[in-house]
């Protein structure tokens, strides 16, 4: 499923108690009178969903289970939510936070990336960035992958058994946690921090 709004804020979420879980559903909200209404296109499998130029747009979404979500707004935060799908999520100017179960993507050019992902099991490579903001991936502590964290502009702290290196504002960390086999994270912090955190059951 794919969300695209110019302006405004997108918050998506699994389906409500009670909804079908196999069924979407759409909410605006606005400043304007009536509020905007977005236009729907489907390729194959694939459901669009996006805005006009220009309008202010504030979004709703309830994803269907097992269904993925890539949603992007050039201006504004990105929230996902509990989805059981894969997510994606990137804002060209605003905060983007992800909490799943299962692995997720996540970038921001101006604003602060949050990944909370439960899955001790993803294909490739997952990436998470913000060229000016701070990124704080939270990873299953029962994970193995590995891993490349890097700053131009600011500091890296992991919780993981792993060490670094820095030269003049830069600092770099390369390395496995476990046996990292085919999955790996790569971290980018242009201009801000970046933390790699044990995501823990609670007791």
């Known amino acids: 499923m794919l969300v695209r709004v110019e302006r405004g804020e997108i918050d998506a979420y699994k389906p409500k108690v009670g909804d079908l879980s196999d069924q979407y559903t759409l909410q605006t909200s606005s400043t304007q009178d009536p509020p905007p209404q977005p236009s729907l296109t489907r390729n194959g499998k694939t459901l669009g969903v996006s805005f006009a130029p220009g309008s202010p747009g504030e979004l709703l979404v309830r994803v269907p289970d097992r269904v993925?979500?890539?949603?992007?707004?050039?201006?504004?935060?990105?929230?996902?939510?509990?989805?059981?799908?894969?997510?994606?999520?990137?804002a060209g100017n605003g905060n983007v936070k992800v909490m799943v179960e299962g692995y997720a993507q996540a970038s921001s050019g101006a604003g602060d990336v949050t990944v909370y992902m439960g899955s001790t099991n993803w294909p490739g490579t997952?990436?998470?960035?913000?060229?000016?903001?701070?990124?704080?991936?939270?990873?299953?502590?029962?994970?193995?992958?590995?891993?490349?964290?890097?700053?131009?502009?600011?500091?890296?702290?992991?919780?993981?058994?792993?060490?670094?290196?820095?030269?003049?504002?830069?600092?770099?960390?390369?390395?496995?946690?476990?046996?990292?086999?085919?999955?790996?994270?790569?971290?980018?912090?242009?201009?801000?921090?970046?933390?790699?955190?044990?995501?823990?059951?609670?007791?």
């Open 68 to 90: 993925s979500l890539d949603a992007s707004s050039g201006e504004g935060d990105v929230n996902i939510t509990d989805i059981t799908g894969i997510a994606t999520a990137h």
């Open 126 to 203: 997952l990436h998470f960035a913000s060229d000016r903001g701070d990124v704080e991936v939270w990873i299953n502590a029962t994970a193995n992958f590995h891993v490349r964290m890097h700053t131009d502009r600011g500091t890296i702290f992991t919780d993981f058994a792993l060490r670094g290196t820095s030269s003049g504002t830069s600092e770099t960390i390369v390395g496995n946690v476990g046996d990292a086999n085919e999955r790996s994270i790569d971290i980018e912090a242009r201009d801000g921090s970046i933390r790699l955190l044990q995501l823990k059951p609670q007791i």
